[in-house]
């Protein structure tokens, strides 16, 4: 009996080794997959896109080549969509952002549609050619605005004051052409 009890006693160093590790990994992964982790692999400041932050520059091709940066729509209140031609629940919205486009035409507005497909206008062309849609395309082949802008998917919308400053942030799609969405647009407008 006192053998047994010794034999259960013993432990083996690399059991506990083993522990350890998973132990590690797994603190490793939660730090990780924490949204509010100060832990930034990076090395970049970790900025948080709320309401009431300026909303960050870039500076993408529109559709015919030209580079547009959003700081040329200072003074403009900007609808700013991050989508993709692949992605269905953009192409559901994007036929209420034409008409809110449309709407709001010739005031202090602008959409900014940034696509997130790889092959850029090759793809982005067509689909706006066959889908009768008049705004403002960027391409963003590589996908650096997703980082910039800290999307976690597509379509994510920010609508960005005449300052520059973001007061809304949208995830998903959304039908921007009710009543209550118009007369946002135009309270913002009007606000300045």
Do not use: H
């Not at 990076?42 to 520059?57: E, I, T, W």
């Not at 529109?62 to 992605?87: E, F, H, P, Q």
């Not at 998917?153 to 920010?158: A, I, K, L, N, W």
């Not at 004051?161 to 647009?185: A, C, H, L, N, Q």
């Amino acid at each position: 009996m006192k053998e047994e009890i010794q034999k259960v006693r013993r432990v083996n160093p690399q059991s506990i080794i083993l522990i350890f590790l998973i132990i590690i990994g797994v603190g490793i992964i939660v730090l990780l997959q924490t949204k509010d982790s100060s832990f930034n692999l990076s090395g970049k400041s970790g900025l948080r896109l709320m309401k009431g932050v300026p909303a960050p520059n870039f500076t993408l091709p529109d559709l015919d080549g030209k580079m547009v940066s959003l700081a040329d729509y200072k003074g403009k209140v900007v609808l700013l969509n991050i989508w993709a031609t692949w992605c269905p629940p953009c192409v559901d919205e994007m036929p209420s952002m034409e008409k809110l486009y449309q709407e709001l035409k010739g005031e202090s507005f602008e959409i900014l549609a940034v696509s997130i497909d790889v092959s850029g206008a090759k793809a982005v062309l067509p689909f706006m050619i066959e889908n009768k849609l008049s705004f403002p395309a960027l391409t963003d082949s590589k996908g650096d605005i997703k980082s910039l802008y800290q999307t976690t998917g597509v379509p994510e919308s920010f609508i960005i004051d005449e300052e520059g400053i973001i007061v809304e942030k949208v995830i998903g799609p959304r039908d921007w052409v009710t009543p209550g969405s118009i007369r946002y647009f135009r309270n913002l407008i009007q606000i300045n």
